[in-house]
């Protein structure tokens, strides 16, 4: 399985941006995607997450409502929307997926198999 991000942008705050993650080889409907975020010298965090059986999408906290995110298992694809961005959502984002999972567990990094290489988000202030 290979996962290509992109979408990634220069946006000035309260700006969007849509990040798309395109899965290809042998994927399956029923794997968990989430995406990620790591900031210089921070570690890597979850923003969010999607599943289709059981149908559940997880977000963090500090998304607040500003960012959506959906699949389209036939285009095996899953996007971030992201909406009123602030400067402190500057930082490279992945996807990843995850062929087997739990819900309560979906923000785990460890839980994910598959990495795509990541798309920079800068927000300027």
């Known amino acids: 399985v290979q996962l290509q991000a992109s979408g990634g942008g220069l946006v000035q705050s309260g700006g969007s941006l849509r990040l798309s993650c395109a899965a290809s080889g042998r994927t399956s409907s029923t794997y968990a995607v989430a995406w990620f975020r790591q900031a210089p010298g921070k570690d890597r965090e979850f923003v969010a997450a999607?599943?289709?059986?059981?149908?559940?999408?997880r977000y963090a906290d500090f998304v607040q409502g500003r960012f959506i995110l959906s699949r389209d298992n036939a285009k095996k694809t899953a996007d971030l929307q992201m909406n009123n961005l602030k400067p402190e959502d500057t930082a490279v984002y992945y996807c990843?997926?995850?062929?087997?999972?739990?819900?309560?567990?979906?923000?785990?990094?460890?839980?994910?198999?598959?990495w795509g290489r990541g798309t920079l988000v800068t927000v300027s202030s």
């Open positions: 990843a997926a995850a062929k087997s999972f739990r819900v309560p567990t979906i923000s785990d990094t460890r839980l994910y198999d598959y």
């Open positions: 999607i599943t289709w059986v059981p149908e559940v999408t």
